[in-house]
Structures are given as C-alpha cells and as structure tokens.
C-alpha cells in the first residue's frame, strides 16, 4: 500500500513538473515575441543611422491558432531552460523521459491531436549562438542567413517516425527547422532498433512520437517538438496538415499515402514522400512548383496481396537511412527557399549495385480526381475501404480464403498432438526458412508452385503419396499450408486446390491462420520471431 501511495505521489509531482513547464514555456513565447519586435526597431534605426545589420526578410505567415492543447500534451515546445533543480537531459536522462511517457499514458489527451498551434516567433537577425550553432551551413551562399530565417520559421510534419522519419527529422532538428511535427501511432519495439535510430533499447514500448520527440530534444533544445500519438484519419487530417508549412510522408503503408496527398492537394502543401524496401529505395516531392500529386501517378490503389511491406520482404537499416536523408535534403531546400529537385521526377536507389537514377515524370494531370482541373475528391474519404488494406502494419493480415478453408494455430496443434496423418507445407522463400522451421514442414517457396516448377511439384506429389498410404488411401489427406503470418499461405492454397486429382490424389487443403508468427506467440514461446 505504502509503494503504491508513494508511486501516485510521484505521479502527481511529475504532473505539477509538467504543468509548470507549460508556463514557462508560454512565457518563453511571449518573451520572444516581444524580443522580435524589439529587434525589428532596433533594426530599423540602425539603418536610419547607416549601420550596417542583418539582413532583415519580412516575417512569414504565422500558422493561426493558439496554445490550444499541445503544450498539455508535451507538444509545442519552445526554446528550453531547465531549472535548475532539474537536471540537463542527456543520456542519462532517459529515466525522466520514461516518466513523462508513463504520465501520457495515464490520459492527458495522449491520443488527442491538437485542433490548433500557436504561432511560431516572428525571426528578422539570429542570435550570437544560434551563428555558432549553423555557422557551416550558414556560410553556403545558396542558405545563408536569409535561408537560415526561413528554417526557423518554418515547420515540418513528419508521417512515421520509423525507419524513414528517425533519419529525416535528425537532420531537419539539425539543421534548426523552427516546428517539428511528430505522428505516429505505434511503440517501439526490439525489431525497429535495426533502422530507427532516433530510439534506443531503453525506449521499448514506448510511443514512438514521444521517443523520437525527446531524442531530437537532447540534439537541439531551441527547436519545438509536438508528438502526436495515433493514427493519422480523414477526421484530422486535413486540419493537422494545415497548420504545417512542408509535410513528409514517412509511413509505410498505402492508405495513409493517399491520405497524405489528398489532404496536402487540399491544403495546398508540397509532400515529401519516400519509400524503401529491402534494397531499394525511392523519394518524389509532390503537389510542388507545378508537378503531379500522387493520384496522378497512381489513380488506383494495388490490390491488398500485391502490396509487401518492410516486416514481410525486409529492409536493409541503412536503406531507409539514405532515403531519409535524402527526404531531409529535399525538406530543406523547400524552406529554405532553393526549390526542390524532385517535383517532376522519382529518384530511385539501388543499393545492391550503389546507384541512383532519376526517372521522368509525367506532368499534372488535368483529369487527376485530386488535383486535376475539375477535381472531385473535394474532401477526405475512407482510405482504408478504397485501397482494400488497413492503415498500419499491425494489421497485415489478408482475407482470401473462406473460414471453413483455415484453421487456428490452436487446432493444428491438436491435429499435430493426436499424430493425425496430414501434410504440412511450408511456403516461405528459403532465406526464411533459415531463420527458423518447423522440422517435420515439406519447404516449397510460393513462388515455385506459382511458376509450377516441376521438380517441385514432383516433390509435393511424392510426400503427398506418402502420407497418403498411412490412411490406406480411403479418405482425402489434409494438407496445411504456412508461412510467415498467413497471407502467402492462402495464396497457396488457392494454387493447390486446383491441383489435378489424376495426379495429386484426393487432398484437403487449408491455411494455417496467423502463419509461424502465431505459431510463437499462442504455441511455443521459444519459437523464434522475426
């Protein structure tokens, strides 16, 4: 009971912590708001007297809104000054960190997106440090202090702070962007350490915004961070994208691209999108300076078992990096004034042979239903129902077969315990296999019975003819399928029902729901995960 009393107290302190944070956080705002208008005075005499100054650039458009919940939430953040009890947050920080992420997860709004942010600071001159601080990229004649200004009036929403978002955002906070914005619904978990570099092992299980957020917080304090925990939905979305200057998309899967790009057409912001799989990569800025949007590239969404994404093929970590990077590269030079070199064309990298290529795009299209000439899609829809798929990798599981052509992990077991006569295949590529198996499992990859090699073929009817004398051939022989989680193995299923029976004899084929995955989580814990 004392532990228990104790833990609640220290969960009320980290919440006074945090409320009087927000203070002085909005102090630090007025503060500089009044310092900008001081400065442009000061300016103004000086040049009345013939000083010579900074370059002064007119102040940018401030985003409308105000304070609204997101400092409540640990969102927008100004220029920060711990006090002095509280200790300077570096890596032996991550304690305090974990607890602030404990005090979202108890409410707070944590899944709540902010309606609305306040402006960020108007900016005419940079400061002593903040010169030291960019002194190297201040010094190219295509930044500059005119381009250094934009930066820091500029904000950045960030779609997934994976793989592709960990390195983009490093680098934008890097470079002193005024406003990152971080969405993401997931937490982190031990299989994203291998590319998402922005989080650590101390960070598991943790919300993947908030870790991002007080990661790129130790790299550069002066920049604001506003973590949105959750899934980015058509109810939100358009009014979350235009509150930001740039958006990236970062995500990995197909509904939330068109989410993106439609909502980016209808709030007139240039995307930044980029994608990666296992060794390749490929970045395309759309809606900008006259180029395509992504409905104009793709019309229609592919269909859901076409689609593989990083957990199903894999991804080399310093694949998504370079992309990443690149998306960065291009994030920067739009707000910075330089313009970007991929609005009418993709970049394309092939990491195994080192190269980068570009391919031509084809221009705005006049019937595009997003942003051609008599548009019809006017306002956000339901991404999911049009592409067919949902909008996360939690939930990659295809439907392709009828119920009574499947079977639970549970029931194979059983089947496998009573030492029924049955077949299982295993279909995934051989480099899968190597990871892990199950030993008794026939190994055919899905693509051999697709392409219907014949040495592997013969090989199915040999074991099928095997197991089938066990039954004294008076019944069908059950042939279970698996894979990975169960989405191959309905492909081959559909491919071995229409077997020929002169051949292949009379067989029950069906596919094992949640595939090997499922088999280590329900079944046998020490089986291996990947």
Request: charged letters at 25%.
């Given at each position: 009971m004392a532990g228990a009393a104790a833990a609640r107290l220290r969960a009320e302190i980290r919440r006074r912590e945090r409320e009087l944070r927000g203070l002085r956080e909005r102090l630090a705002a007025e503060l500089a708001r009044g310092d900008a208008a001081e400065q442009e005075e000061d300016g103004e005499r000086e040049q009345e007297e013939g000083a010579r100054g900074p370059r002064q650039l007119p102040a940018a458009e401030p985003a409308r809104g105000d304070a609204g919940d997101a400092e409540d939430e640990d969102g927008a953040r100004g220029p920060r000054h711990p006090p002095a009890a509280e200790p300077e947050r570096g890596d032996s920080g991550d304690a305090d960190e974990e607890d602030e992420d404990d005090d979202a997860k108890d409410g707070e709004g944590a899944l709540g997106f902010p309606a609305e942010l306040p402006p960020l600071p108007a900016r005419s001159a940079l400061s002593a440090a903040e010169i030291l601080r960019y002194s190297r990229q201040l010094v190219l004649p295509e930044l500059g202090v005119r381009g250094q200004l934009r930066l820091a009036r500029s904000s950045v929403l960030v779609?997934?702070?994976?793989?592709?978002?960990?390195?983009?955002?490093?680098?934008?906070?890097?470079?002193?962007?005024?406003?990152?914005?971080?969405?993401?619904?997931?937490?982190?978990?031990?299989?994203?350490?291998?590319?998402?570099?922005?989080?650590?092992?101390?960070?598991?299980?943790?919300?993947?915004?908030?870790?991002a957020a007080a990661a790129l917080r130790r790299l550069n304090s002066a920049v604001q961070y506003v973590p949105y925990r959750g899934t980015l939905r058509p109810r939100s979305a358009l009014s979350l994208v235009r509150q930001y200057d740039i958006v990236a998309d970062c995500s990995d899967n197909v509904p939330t691209r068109y989410l993106v790009s439609d909502a980016c057409v209808l709030a007139g912001k240039p995307l930044v999108s980029g994608s990666a799989l296992r060794l390749e990569g490929q970045l395309v800025v759309y809606n900008h300076g006259g180029g395509p949007c992504y409905r104009c590239l793709f019309p229609e969404p592919p269909p859901p078992d076409a689609v593989t994404n990083c957990a199903d093929g894999g991804?080399?970590?310093?694949?998504?990096?370079?992309?990443?990077?690149?998306?960065?590269?291009?994030?920067?030079?739009?707000?910075?004034?330089?313009?970007?070199?991929?609005?009418?064309?993709?970049?394309?990298?092939?990491?195994?042979?080192?190269?980068?290529?570009?391919?031509?795009?084809?221009?705005?299209?006049?019937?595009?239903?997003?942003?051609?000439?008599?548009?019809?899609?006017?306002?956000?829809?339901?991404?999911?129902?049009?592409?067919?798929?949902?909008?996360?990798?939690k939930?990659?599981?295809?439907?392709?077969?009828?119920?009574?052509?499947?079977?639970?992990?549970?029931?194979?077991?059983?089947?496998?315990?009573?030492?029924?006569?049955?077949?299982?295949?295993?279909?995934?590529?051989?480099?899968?296999?190597?990871?892990?198996?199950?030993?008794?499992?026939?190994?055919?990859?899905?693509?051999?019975?697709?392409?219907?090699?014949?040495?592997?073929?013969?090989?199915?009817?040999?074991?099928?003819?095997?197991?089938?004398?066990?039954?004294?051939?008076?019944?069908?022989?059950?042939?279970?399928?698996?894979?990975?989680?169960?989405?191959?193995?309905?492909?081959?299923?559909?491919?071995?029902?229409?077997?020929?029976?002169?051949?292949?004899?009379?067989?029950?084929?069906?596919?094992?729901?949640?595939?090997?995955?499922?088999?280590?989580?329900?079944?046998?814990?020490?089986?291996?995960?990947?």
């Open positions: 779609v997934g702070c994976g793989g592709l978002g960990c390195p983009l955002a490093q680098y934008l906070a890097a470079a002193g962007v005024g406003r990152l914005g971080l969405v993401d619904h997931d937490v982190v978990e031990t299989s994203n350490l291998q590319r998402q570099v922005l989080h650590g092992e101390a960070r598991r299980g943790r919300p993947k915004a908030r870790s991804v080399l970590g310093v694949v998504t990096g370079i992309i990443g990077c690149m998306q960065a590269l291009e994030v920067l030079k739009i707000a910075s004034g330089m313009g970007s070199s991929f609005s009418r064309c993709m970049l394309m990298f092939d990491a195994l042979e080192g190269r980068f290529r570009n391919i031509k795009l084809r221009p705005r299209r006049a019937d595009c239903a997003a942003c051609g000439d008599s548009p019809s899609i006017t306002c956000l829809q339901d991404y999911e129902a049009f592409c067919g798929s949902f909008a996360t990798d939930c990659r599981s295809l439907r392709l077969l009828p119920s009574g052509d499947r079977i639970s992990v549970q029931r194979y077991k059983e089947l496998l315990d009573a030492r029924l006569p049955h077949l299982l295949l295993d279909v995934r590529p051989q480099v899968e296999v190597e990871i892990c198996r199950l030993e008794h499992a026939l190994h055919i990859p899905l693509r051999k019975l697709q392409e219907k090699d014949e040495e592997s073929l013969r090989r199915l009817q040999k074991r099928i003819s095997e197991e089938k004398q066990r039954t004294d051939d008076q019944t069908s022989l059950p042939v279970y399928v698996v894979c990975k989680l169960g989405n191959d193995s309905q492909k081959a299923v559909k491919i071995l029902q229409e077997l020929p029976a002169k051949e292949f004899g009379s067989v029950l084929v069906k596919d094992i729901k949640g595939g090997l995955m499922a088999w280590a989580t329900k079944i046998d814990s020490t089986f291996p995960q990947y």
